[in-house]
């Protein structure tokens, strides 16, 4: 063997890749050849170096490191995935035109949920944390559906008896409504369409500005109804948590323990509808415009015929059928209520939208679904006792009792069945 | 944990994330003697390679051939290494206009601070096959496996690649006792 042959050798042979024979002539060659022997010696060392190197850094360990930022990401792009899809959904359904006043409809129903509301009456005073609140001319904050931070957010702005909504699951919508004279200007900053909306009737009768809404609830609090659950944590920031409960709601205020200022205000209506409020912004530098009533330069009006007068109960079993026959071919809905309609709305469009009917006859079924939802979140409002027991009942059942509640001022109640028949029933003879 | 890459490429494909975990640990030690030797410290090493393991998760769906599987990998940290040398080269302008603070001496990895530079200056073949047999712990064998090439080939490559590191040692050696 030569030195050309045994350098050629010499890595596998260091790392024992070479049969006997051919080992045992390498080594002897070493043996005597020093250069080889030196050179050999080297690449030992230099290997030596990169084993110890290599078990040095092994000792870093990285997997918890990697796996724990692929789980936080992961939920951040599946929530980021979901607001994305739901955005581009709405926004398909609106941008298709015959289905833009269903699609109207479907962000008054909405409107109609979150001004329909007056739970309160009114007493005495806990000074420091709602003096912002009783005062304040104008009021920006954003309102959560549910408590959990994961539903439809609405950006608000009141200035006085007027309010800007944005929801975050329309963002080209906006609303404008004006509480004394019960008009909604809405707005489809797309479409550069607007349409007004009269919201008069059972509506106009008990609508409240959010800011109102809120004002009762510090109201409620004064009322030695509320209790001090000392001091939490929350949104990432110190708060002092006081809960008050009322017959109908449950409110729960976190405020800032140096400065009063609420951070947060959860409140449970009834038995279906929660709501989270938080970023409050007190009398901020903002333009009146913002609430005008008149339509902005640049948007066409559209003439209209949604009128959302007092709802009753034929039109919330109208909304029933519209929830069964076409929502959820043939059966009946899980959950009712405002929270359920507003996540199946994108639903009933696609679904109205494949029938293939009239723009008009569209239109219809949006309001009709809106309409009757309205007759049932006015029910939660006032404390009105009632009970579902749909879930999963095929519409044109007889036999099944879908729904009961007890009418204002009646001694017996109201049960709708399967097939939508509607009979009065003593309170004993109420389905178990 | 034996099973091949693909194996694992797929299971994460197929919605198994948390067998993700089998190539970390395969891997991490090849990652982070190459970044060591570019970014010259132990955290922002584990840094980058914690967000080039991370990247590669998320963009393993762009992976053509699930066999190549670490070379991909060292791509990603060779961009990951210079997303960040880039970033830091900019914070320290900014220290620098800021005030004449000490630098804080880098924490390395290993002591052989020398010789991950000398493997990160290594052409990328070479590199590779140096990074799986000494932090990858593949033998020759898995090597010439893995990288689809004869077993001749990958002691030839290996050869040289001892050759060329003996020379940056070298000369690194020299430049210091200057």
Known sequence: MNCTECKELLVAYVEGLLDDSQKQTLAEHLKNCPACQAEADELTGLQERLVRNGKTVAQSDLENGVMNQIVREQNIRLKAAAKATEALKTRRIL?????????????????????????????????????????????????????????????????????????????????????????????????????????????????????????????????????????????????????????????????????????????????????????????????????????????????????????????????????????????????????????????????????????????????????????????????????????????????????????????????????????????????? | MSENDKFYVERCLDGHPDDFRYLVRRYQAALLANLAGKLGDKDRAEEAAQETLVRAYFNMGKLRKPDAFFSWLLGIADLVAKEQYRKEQLQRRRQIVRSFSEEAPPTELSQDYALETAIAELPEAYRKIILLRYYGGHSCNQIAEQLDMPLGTVTKTLSRAYAMLRDALRQQEQASSL
């Open chain 1, 95 to 432: 941008m298709k035109s015959p289905m833009t006043k269903i699609a109207a409809a479907a962000v008054i129903l909405i409107a109609v949920v979150l001004i329909g509301i007056n739970p309160f009456g009114s007493s005495v005073t806990w000074a420091q944390v709602i003096e912002p609140i009783l005062n304040a001319k104008i009021v920006i904050f954003d309102m959560i559906l549910g408590t959990d931070d994961t539903g439809v957010v609405s950006h608000e702005i009141v200035i006085g008896s007027r309010m800007r909504k944005t929801m975050s699951n329309m963002p080209n919508m906006t609303m404008i409504i004006d509480t004394d004279n019960a008009k909604l200007l809405g707005l489809d900053n797309d479409a550069k369409t607007a349409v007004y909306v009269d919201i008069t009737g059972d509506l106009g009768d008990r609508h409240r500005s959010y800011i109102k809404f809120v004002r009762q609830i510090i109201h409620q609090l004064q009322d030695g109804q509320v209790e001090e659950l000392g001091e939490q944590t929350i949104d990432g920031q110190k708060a002092i948590l006081f809960v008050g409960k009322g017959q109908n709601e449950e409110v729960r205020i976190w405020a800032d323990p140096e400065t009063a200022h609420p951070i947060r205000i959860e409140a449970q209506i009834g038995q279906e509808f929660s709501f989270t409020m938080k970023n409050f912004e007190f009398n901020a530098a903002i333009d009146e415009s913002l609430v005008s009533m008149n339509v902005p330069e640049g948007f066409t009006l559209q003439k209209t015929d949604i009128a959302l007068g007092n709802a009753s109960e034929e039109d919330f079993v109208e909304s029933l059928r519209i929830w069964a026959e076409i929502i959820g071919d043939g059966t009946f809905p899980a959950v009712i209520g405002s929270q359920s309609a507003m996540s199946d709305m994108p639903t009933l469009v696609q679904k109205v939208d494949a029938m293939q009917i009239t723009e008009e006859q569209g239109t219809q079924i949006g309001m009709s679904f809106a309409r009757g939802l309205m007759f049932h979140q006015m029910m939660e409002n006032q404390g009105g006792q009632w009970h579902y027991a749909g879930a999963g009942v095929k519409l044109g059942d007889a036999s099944k009792p879908i729904f009961w509640y007890q009418p204002q001022n009646a001694t017996t109640y109201r049960v709708i069945y399967g097939d939508l028949s509607v009979k009065d029933v003593a309170a004993e003879n109420l389905p178990k």
